[in-house]
Every structure is written in C-alpha cells, then in structure tokens.
C-alpha cells in the first residue's frame, strides 16, 4: 500500500465508523467486456470494442467506469479492501491499481480500479504520489499475475 503525506495525516485522525455500505458495492459483481473488468458494465450495453467507446484505451476506460463518490473516508476504506480481497479472487492472474482519494481535509471521496496493462501509460503517478498537492491518496497494488 501507498500514500502520500496528506493520506497519512487523515488515517492518523480516522475514527472508526459505523456508516452501512450499500450491498451492491460491497458485494460487487464483475463484469468482462473487451478484456476489462468492470463493475458496472451498463454504460457499455449498445458498444461492441473499446475502438467504438470515447476512452483512449482498456486502462482509462475502467478508471473511468470503476469509480464511485462517497461521503466518509471510512466508509471508502472499507470498500477498497472489500474491493481487493474480491479482484484476488476472482482474477488471481490479473494485476491491478485500486485508489481510494479525497480532498486533504477528508471529503469528497472516491474509490476506482484498474488493471495494471505495462503497454498502456498509467492512469495515476505511482511513484510521484506527492506530486498530488490538492489530494490524499492511498494506492494498494495487486500484483497477483501468473508468469
């Protein structure tokens, strides 16, 4: 796992909460479509190839789909291991990037995830977390890809 100084601040001051998390994001269903993994596939029903969608590639098309907004940072904190523990599971061979940000005070949070693809650019800074000034942000790798 990786954070920038403004993420550790806040997990430093996190109290626990007892916030309920809507069963549908913590019990996700995945979905294929074109070699991604998303957790809502809706938006993509009358698309047939990525070549057909506004995304420039795999990567930005499930950092895109597979974000969701939330209120506290406890209840992103959840979700994001709930995330992690179910793309292990079911895509042991996948690698990918799950993010949890928010404002540095806390607010505005927002979970996403993506695979981790070495052909395509990166959706996220993964070794200049600190360059994001007006962000906290906590990165967990899932490296689990058959060689």
């Known amino acids: 796992m990786r954070t920038n100084k403004a993420m550790r601040n806040l997990l430093n001051e996190l ?5 309920s998390i809507s069963s549908n994001l913590f019990n996700p269903t995945f979905h294929e479509w074109e070699n991604c993994i998303l957790v ?7 698309i047939d190839s990525i070549e057909e969608s506004m995304y420039q590639d795999r990567t930005e098309l499930e950092a895109s789909i597979n974000h969701y907004h939330l209120e506290h940072l406890s209840t992103g904190i959840k979700l ?17 990037i799950l993010i949890l940000s928010s ?3 806390g607010e505005d949070v927002v979970i996403r995830f993506y695979q981790f ?3 395509e ?5 993964l070794n200049d977390l600190e360059g ?5 942000i906590l990165v967990i790798e899932i490296l689990n890809a058959v060689q």
């Open 121 to 125: 650019p990166e959706w996220i800074k």
């Open 80 to 96: 994001i291991s709930n995330w992690k523990e179910n793309l292990e599971w079911n895509y042991p061979e996948k690698d990918f």
């Open 117 to 119: 693809r070495d052909h």
């Open 15 to 19: 109290a626990q909460s007892n916030k």
């Open 132 to 136: 994001y000034k007006e962000e906290a």
């Open 103 to 105: 404002t540095i005070e």
């Open 40 to 46: 809502d596939a809706s938006s993509l029903r009358e």
